[in-house]
Protein backbone atom coordinates (compact mmCIF):
# COMPACT_ATOMS: atom_id res chain seq x y z
CA UNK A 1 0.00 0.00 0.00
CA UNK A 2 1.16 3.41 -0.76
CA UNK A 3 1.64 6.10 1.71
CA UNK A 4 -1.47 8.18 1.01
CA UNK A 5 -4.16 4.92 0.90
CA UNK A 6 -2.57 4.45 4.98
CA UNK A 7 -3.39 8.20 5.67
CA UNK A 8 -6.84 7.89 3.91
CA UNK A 9 -7.28 4.58 5.58
CA UNK A 10 -5.56 6.10 9.33
CA UNK A 11 -7.35 9.67 9.17
CA UNK A 12 -11.15 9.10 7.80
CA UNK A 13 -12.97 12.41 7.07
CA UNK A 14 -16.59 12.43 7.68
CA UNK A 15 -18.94 12.34 5.14
CA UNK A 16 -22.23 13.63 5.00
CA UNK A 17 -24.34 11.25 2.68
CA UNK A 18 -27.41 13.40 2.50
CA UNK A 19 -25.54 17.17 1.56
CA UNK A 20 -22.22 16.94 0.74
CA UNK A 21 -22.01 20.74 1.35
CA UNK A 22 -22.77 20.18 5.02
CA UNK A 23 -19.26 18.24 5.81
CA UNK A 24 -18.32 20.88 8.07
CA UNK A 25 -21.16 20.82 9.83
CA UNK A 26 -21.18 16.77 10.36
CA UNK A 27 -18.13 17.04 13.33
CA UNK A 28 -20.28 19.57 15.16
CA UNK A 29 -23.95 17.39 14.87
CA UNK A 30 -21.66 13.88 16.13
CA UNK A 31 -20.08 15.99 18.94
CA UNK A 32 -23.67 16.72 20.21
CA UNK A 33 -24.64 13.48 19.67
CA UNK A 34 -22.05 12.03 21.27
CA UNK A 35 -23.08 14.43 24.01
CA UNK A 36 -26.44 13.70 24.20
CA UNK A 37 -25.46 9.51 24.12
CA UNK A 38 -23.12 10.54 27.42
CA UNK A 39 -25.94 12.48 29.40
CA UNK A 40 -28.55 9.98 27.96
CA UNK A 41 -26.25 6.77 29.68
CA UNK A 42 -25.40 9.00 32.98
CA UNK A 43 -29.20 9.61 33.19
CA UNK A 44 -30.35 6.16 33.07
CA UNK A 45 -27.42 5.32 35.62
CA UNK A 46 -28.90 7.88 38.35
CA UNK A 47 -32.44 6.80 37.14
CA UNK A 48 -31.23 2.79 38.21
CA UNK A 49 -29.84 4.44 41.55
CA UNK A 50 -33.14 6.44 42.60
CA UNK A 51 -35.38 3.50 42.02
CA UNK A 52 -33.56 -0.07 42.02
CA UNK A 53 -30.86 0.99 44.36
CA UNK A 54 -32.89 3.02 46.86
CA UNK A 55 -35.19 -0.10 46.88
CA UNK A 56 -32.95 -2.39 47.49
CA UNK A 57 -31.15 -0.31 50.01
CA UNK A 58 -34.20 -0.37 52.12
CA UNK A 59 -34.70 -3.76 51.80
CA UNK A 60 -31.22 -3.86 53.68
CA UNK A 61 -31.62 -1.36 56.53
CA UNK A 62 -31.49 -4.10 59.15
CA UNK A 63 -28.32 -5.90 58.21
CA UNK A 64 -26.77 -2.45 57.06
CA UNK A 65 -27.56 -1.19 61.00
CA UNK A 66 -25.79 -5.33 61.99
CA UNK A 67 -23.09 -4.11 59.57
CA UNK A 68 -22.23 -0.87 61.19
CA UNK A 69 -22.56 -2.54 65.24
CA UNK A 70 -19.90 -5.32 63.92
CA UNK A 71 -18.79 -6.14 60.58
CA UNK A 72 -17.41 -9.46 59.05
CA UNK A 73 -17.77 -10.93 55.76
CA UNK A 74 -20.19 -13.63 56.85
CA UNK A 75 -22.56 -11.25 57.74
CA UNK A 76 -22.09 -9.89 54.22
CA UNK A 77 -22.24 -13.10 52.75
CA UNK A 78 -25.77 -14.04 54.67
CA UNK A 79 -27.42 -10.18 54.23
CA UNK A 80 -26.47 -10.80 50.46
CA UNK A 81 -28.02 -14.70 50.06
CA UNK A 82 -30.98 -14.03 52.19
CA UNK A 83 -32.06 -11.00 49.94
CA UNK A 84 -31.46 -12.32 46.91
CA UNK A 85 -33.49 -9.69 45.05
CA UNK A 86 -31.70 -6.70 46.81
CA UNK A 87 -28.93 -8.07 46.17
CA UNK A 88 -29.75 -8.29 42.36
CA UNK A 89 -30.58 -4.68 42.16
CA UNK A 90 -27.55 -3.50 43.79
CA UNK A 91 -25.80 -5.66 41.47
CA UNK A 92 -27.47 -3.77 38.58
CA UNK A 93 -26.89 -0.54 39.73
CA UNK A 94 -23.17 -1.27 40.49
CA UNK A 95 -22.86 -3.21 37.47
CA UNK A 96 -24.49 -0.12 34.93
CA UNK A 97 -22.59 2.36 36.83
CA UNK A 98 -19.07 0.63 36.66
CA UNK A 99 -20.26 0.18 32.75
CA UNK A 100 -20.88 3.51 32.05
CA UNK A 101 -17.65 4.79 33.92
CA UNK A 102 -15.53 2.65 31.52
CA UNK A 103 -16.98 3.39 28.61
CA UNK A 104 -17.10 7.63 29.55
CA UNK A 105 -13.01 7.13 30.75
CA UNK A 106 -12.29 5.52 27.78
CA UNK A 107 -13.70 8.04 25.27
CA UNK A 108 -12.44 10.71 27.00
CA UNK A 109 -8.78 9.37 27.09
CA UNK A 110 -8.37 7.79 23.67
CA UNK A 111 -11.52 9.12 21.82
CA UNK A 112 -14.07 7.18 19.74
CA UNK A 113 -13.09 3.82 18.02
CA UNK A 114 -13.31 3.45 14.18
CA UNK A 115 -16.63 1.82 14.38
CA UNK A 116 -17.86 4.00 16.92
CA UNK A 117 -17.18 7.02 14.84
CA UNK A 118 -19.10 5.03 11.78
CA UNK A 119 -21.55 4.33 14.04
CA UNK A 120 -22.21 7.84 14.76
CA UNK A 121 -22.05 9.07 11.72
CA UNK A 122 -24.59 7.34 10.36
CA UNK A 123 -27.02 7.69 12.85
CA UNK A 124 -26.21 11.29 12.40
CA UNK A 125 -26.99 10.94 9.26
CA UNK A 126 -30.39 8.89 9.71
CA UNK A 127 -31.25 12.19 11.64
CA UNK A 128 -30.82 14.73 9.60
CA UNK A 129 -32.62 12.59 6.50
CA UNK A 130 -35.69 12.34 9.00
CA UNK A 131 -35.49 16.35 10.00
CA UNK A 132 -37.52 17.96 12.20
CA UNK A 133 -39.77 15.06 12.66
CA UNK A 134 -36.78 12.90 14.55
CA UNK A 135 -36.80 13.66 18.30
CA UNK A 136 -33.16 14.37 18.56
CA UNK A 137 -32.61 16.46 15.44
CA UNK A 138 -33.43 19.69 17.65
CA UNK A 139 -30.63 18.87 19.35
CA UNK A 140 -28.10 17.25 17.06
CA UNK A 141 -28.90 19.00 13.30
CA UNK A 142 -30.04 22.46 14.63
CA UNK A 143 -28.62 25.21 13.12
CA UNK A 144 -28.62 27.59 16.34
CA UNK A 145 -25.32 28.62 18.33
CA UNK A 146 -25.55 27.03 21.69
CA UNK A 147 -23.20 28.28 25.19
Excluded at 85 to 98: H, N, R
Amino acid sequence: MTHQTLQKMQDPQPISLVNPSSNQQQPEDLQRLLRLMTYGRWIVVLTLWLTVGLISLWQFRFRIQLLIDSFTWVAVRYGLAYHQGAAFGLSLCLGMTIAVLGWHSRTLLFGLSKPEQLRLQQQAVRIRQQGPTHPLWRWVCSEQKRL
